[in-house]
């Protein structure tokens, strides 16, 4: 069996080789220290060195640019914060392997490194938004650590980037979700107004009969036939119910609406621990209530307007036709007359009045109304 290993004198050649290749040989030895690939337990310092390696290779995925006007090696970052954008120079080569081992072993953090790089190369629909979440912690370690962006300091900083990731990215996940819930609301919103200018349209387009009608009460000037002016009235008056009916319809279709309004947006008025999404369906329901109520005010005016045509056309179709006019005067002396039931009586005694002043005696309207009314009650 063949066994092929890269030989090195010291650690220090080592780490060179390291930094240069930016990662370890599958199989290595080094000389001095007696360390070798696959030695159990690890060796302290190969941990530290492969923690750095981790370091850097995090660097490398969150950079925006790499090298700069002072320093080719050196990785930018132009991370935008509440606070606004800010520059960050970072050189994950400068640091030597004295420095790297004068990290005490407790505060190498290799599990939270490898937790922070596996959560930002997870593939899926947040990928982007977890890099943002990490490169903005990483921001603000440094501002907390006024901006020391040295390697030696910042890699002893893995735990404290774990858990302010963590905090950041629970926070982006709240907010992720109350934005959905702000997205859902405006959609059902967005969907009612729809339907209700629907409703507005259709009553609209059934209110322009109503000026053709009043076209048609101007065309009675030209014709006073008292057919023509029935048939228009009669047309005046199927224009006045169907437009009800139709109006009536869409008050049951609001009335309707305004509870589905209310069942939907209820379920996001009771969250009692989001303020912003509860005040948002609240308001989303007023200005929806609110829009019904003005479309049934404007129903009843259009149902009052086709109303009001109907009876001007009947008014001017019986001032204007004799046999109309006449028709309706038979009409209400024929109501007076059922309204009054001594009328008879009263017509009686002044047809009896009148033959005894032609017959030359005087006789009492009173006496002779009393007198018919005794007969009567006999």
Not at 84 to 89: D, H, L, P, V
Not at 174 to 203: P, R
Request: proline residues 2%; neutral net charge.
């Amino acid at each position: 069996m063949e066994w092929s290993f890269t030989l090195f004198p010291t650690i220090y050649d080592f780490w060179d080789y390291v930094k240069r290749n930016s990662e370890i040989p599958e199989k290595f030895y080094v000389l001095q220290e007696h360390l070798y690939s696959g030695q159990e337990p690890k060796s302290n310092k190969i941990k530290a060195i492969e923690y750095y390696l981790g370091w850097r290779s995090l660097l490398f995925t969150l950079k925006d640019h790499l090298g700069s006007e002072a320093n080719h090696a050196a990785l930018v970052f132009f991370i935008s914060t509440e606070k606004g954008a800010k520059i960050y120079t970072i050189d994950p080569g400068k640091i030597t392997l004295d420095e790297l081992l004068e990290i005490p072993e407790g505060e190498v953090y290799q599990d939270d490194l490898e937790q922070l790089r596996n959560d930002i190369s997870l593939i899926d629909g947040h990928q982007k938004e977890r890099r943002d979440v990490l490169r903005t912690s990483l921001s603000e370690i440094l501002e907390d650590s006024q901006k020391e962006t040295s390697i030696p300091a910042l890699i002893r900083q893995g735990r404290r980037l774990r858990k302010k990731y963590q905090e950041n990215y629970d926070l982006y996940l709240h907010k992720f979700s109350v934005n959905k819930l702000l997205s859902e609301i405006e959609e059902k919103s967005t969907d009612y107004i729809g339907k209700i200018n629907e409703s507005i349209s259709s009553s609209q387009t059934k209110a322009f009969a109503i000026p053709g009608a009043i076209i048609a009460i101007a065309a009675l000037v030209r014709n006073t036939d008292s057919l023509a002016l029935f048939l228009v009235c009669f047309g005046l008056l199927c224009i006045w119910l169907l437009t009800v009916i139709a109006n009536n319809i869409h008050n049951e279709a609001y009335a309707s609406l305004k509870d589905q309004i209310k069942r939907s947006l209820k379920r996001y008025e009771v969250m009692k621990d989001e303020d912003e999404v509860r005040v948002s369906a609240e308001q989303a329901k007023e200005k929806l209530l609110s829009l019904i109520d003005r479309s049934e005010k404007r129903l009843r005016f259009i149902n009052r307007l086709a109303l009001a045509v109907f009876l001007l056309g009947c008014f001017y179709a019986v001032a204007t036709n004799k046999t109309a006019r006449n028709s309706v005067m038979y009409l209400i002396d024929t109501t007076k007359t059922h309204l009054s039931p001594f009328s008879r009586i009263e017509r009686f005694s002044w047809d009896v009045n009148d033959r005894l002043i032609r017959n030359g005696r005087l006789g009492s309207v009173e006496n002779v109304s009393k007198k018919n009314a005794n007969e009567a009650r006999h």
